[in-house]
């Protein structure tokens, strides 16, 4: 187990401290990322036996940029699911993003807001050295009329993908585990002229400590990196050093 421990955090380390070379010119930061998230089982909280398979996903994020100094993002994230079986979920729902410097535009920009649908898959297993999340989501992201240059297609489609491990470290305390995580998004579409373009646009790797409060509840904290890639007509590419600390609920 700490064989297999020792490899995942070296494989981790090296991907987090050696982003893609992208661009010469990146623009680094400093941020604080909090989120809350709660996976509610309605046939549980209702009683009804009926509705067992059915999920309600409930998701509140706040983002803080400029060294943590200011608001820069907030995320409010609802959504219904429903359970095909104890391993596969299978999701849809809407998610609302007011969005100020550093994300939005640096050049003097007014700030905006982001309307999202989204569609997802996760596969969960649990395996002897520990606990394996696959997520697939699909985006269709609506800007404000405030958004330079729009193109003949105001829906930016994007495509995000999450692997997720979870490592008991009963070694030190039955209720601590150490958390490896990466997503990675691609734009489908180049719906605003210059602003959003095809191709790769973030990549996010976290490592840190999960601890379980008990049944319902599991916090996490740690380091994630996030590189942005910015389309250099505009601006440069962005590389953010997160403190993220989050709270998941399980109903």
Known sequence: MI????????????GLLSPPAIAEDVVEDFQTWGQVMAN?????????????NWRLWLEGQGRFGMDSTQ??????????????NDKI??????????????????????NFDEHRLWQQLIYTDNFSFGRFQWRSRFEQRFFDSDIPDPGPNDVAYR??????FSFPMSFIHEKLSFIIQDELFINLNTP????ITRGFDQNRGFVGLGWKFNNTATGEIGYMNQYINRPHTIRPDQM???VGVNLFLNF
């Open 3 to 14: 064989r297999k421990l020792k490899l995942f955090t070296a494989i981790a380390a090296f």
């Open 40 to 52: 509610i089982n309605l046939g549980n909280v209702t009683g009804n036996e009926n509705l067992k």
């Open 71 to 84: 608001f820069s993002q907030s995320l409010i994230r609802p959504g219904i699911g429903y359970a095909i």
């Open 89 to 110: 979920t299978v999701w849809a729902g809407y998610a609302w993003a007011p969005t100020s410097k550093p994300f939005a535009n640096p050049n003097g920009g007014k």
């Open 159 to 164: 495509f995000r993908q999450l692997w997720k």
């Open 192 to 195: 605003h002229a210059g602003w």
């Open 240 to 242: 953010q050093h997160i």
